[in-house]
């Protein structure tokens, strides 16, 4: 008869979500980010992407299999990460480069910190960080012309932008990615259509992409002219460079974001602010990465600030008052 | 007062893996860190340590009878400040260039908490002989342990191998990570030749186990 009383921990309530389900979806949203990379900078992206993805998946089985681990491969996490890093890496970059990167996010960042929901800091943009620290000529040059293939050992239109607040590129070449830049952050419709994809599908919250775009904007209008304050090109700050690919699909990995929604908003307005810092004062180009990588090892910090009232507070702190008789 | 009867060639060899400075007691981080982009900065950051350790611990030995237990610690600086001076002074005359690579560190040494720990732990308490070879094992050892990374970082960072006027050059296939040459690429190599030394040698080392204590 004992049997019958069950008695368990919370949670009781579980959500049909599983951590395949939710990487399944990212995955799908990256798709179109994906194809056009390909059509904008050529066979070779695909090529990328792929040694990229299977480097990732291959490290943590590896990995796994040689400390005796539980194989997780097939949730696909390790996918997520290996198609995100591809994604911000140059079109020509040589083919080691995503190599060691998967391999770098994967094991240094991912596993080593105990795997997938102890990770400390994004994985993809962890072995970024780490390949463009390492190769920084490769990272910053080998880009390419789009549509026509053709190699581009310059800078990409954002670092012009930073200096003068002005883009040669019309809304119509911003939006459809028709701009030398990462594999997958110059099709702003392509990115818009999978982060849109997420939210409705309830993956990722709203809140830290617009936090993280508002705040970015906003200090692009206010600072982005040189020439004086509330003039600059904000759309352009917000289409040049990874910040779209970032807000969406990066900043809003749940290991490193903060749980409550305050949290999240939070969390985005700080990765804008560092962002603008280190495009308009910084001596890289673009700081996206080192925004989202900041804000990861912010996130402890705000969790245990930023805390929901709980069920009651009011009532509690009305029974507070009524026991010190309103003294101060 | 009685001391233990110790084995001369077991206080020097100790150094090496028992008490490896830095991967089993991990102390003395900051040159570790800080002077290990190459192998002959490594060997001469070692060669100081082991200068400056091996005088401060004869003299605290020598004068651990008199030197009176509450003022301890001003006194063993004093002692280790010596040496420190004497090495940079030395570096300054006839190696300078070195001396300009390690900067700040060599005066540093004076609070680089290996020597600092040896005096307390060991010259303090063990006769002047004993202490000669704990010095001379220790800086052995921790000089091993910065050429090891320094090696490490220099090759996959520079891709060479420079010992004086010999160039080790790098295998023609593969681009140097000027990653290894900064601050992360010291934690990243530290980090991973201390899991290495912990997996394979960490069961006879004196190392702390925190998974254990709880």
Partial sequence: MEDRLLITPAPHITSSKTIQGIMLDVVVSLVPASIAAVVIFGVRSLLIILVSVFSAVAAEAIYQKLFKKPLTINDMSATVTGLLLALTLPPNVPIWIPIIGSVFAIVIAKQIFGGLGTN?????????????????????????????????????????????????????????????????????????????????????????PVGYLGTLALGTWIFGNPNGFFMGDWISGLFLGGAILGSFFMATDYVTSPVTRRGRLCMGIGAGVVTLLIRLWGSYPEGVTYAILFMNLVTPLIDKYIVPKYYGYAHDVQARKAATGGAK | MSEPRRSLGFDFIKGF??????????????????????????????????????????????????????????????????????VELVMKAYLPAIYEVMGIFVPLIVVNCIIIARAEAFAYRYPVMNSLMDGLGIGAAYTVNLMVIGGIREFLGTGQIALGSIVFPSAPFFEPAAVMLTPPGGFITLGLLMVLFRVTLGSKAKVEDHSKTS
């Avoid at chain 1, 012309?145 to 954002?158: C, E, K, Q, R, V």
């Avoid at chain 1, 259509?193 to 809140?207: P, Q």
């Fill in chain 1, 120 to 208: 400390f800091v994004n994985p993809a943009l962890a072995g970024r960080a780490f390949v463009l620290a390492a190769w920084p000529l490769h990272m910053t040059h080998d880009w390419v012309t789009p549509m026509g293939y053709d190699a581009l050992t310059g800078a990409t239109p954002l670092a012009g932008f930073n200096g003068t607040g002005k883009t040669v590129l019309t809304l119509r070449e911003l939006l459809l990615g028709l701009r030398a830049g990462s594999l997958g952050e110059t099709c702003i419709i392509a990115l818009l259509v999978g982060g849109i994809y997420l939210i409705a599908r309830d993956v990722i919250d709203w809140r830290i």
């Fill in chain 2, 17 to 86: 893996i028992q008490e490896n400075p830095t991967f089993a007691l991990a102390i003395g981080m900051c040159p570790t860190l800080a002077v290990t982009t190459s192998v002959e900065n490594g060997f001469w950051m070692g060669m100081a340590v082991v200068f400056v350790l091996t005088f401060s611990n004869v003299f605290v030995s020598l004068l651990r009878r008199f030197i009176p237990d509450a003022i301890r610690i001003p006194i063993f600086v004093i002692l280790i400040a010596t040496p420190v001076v004497i």
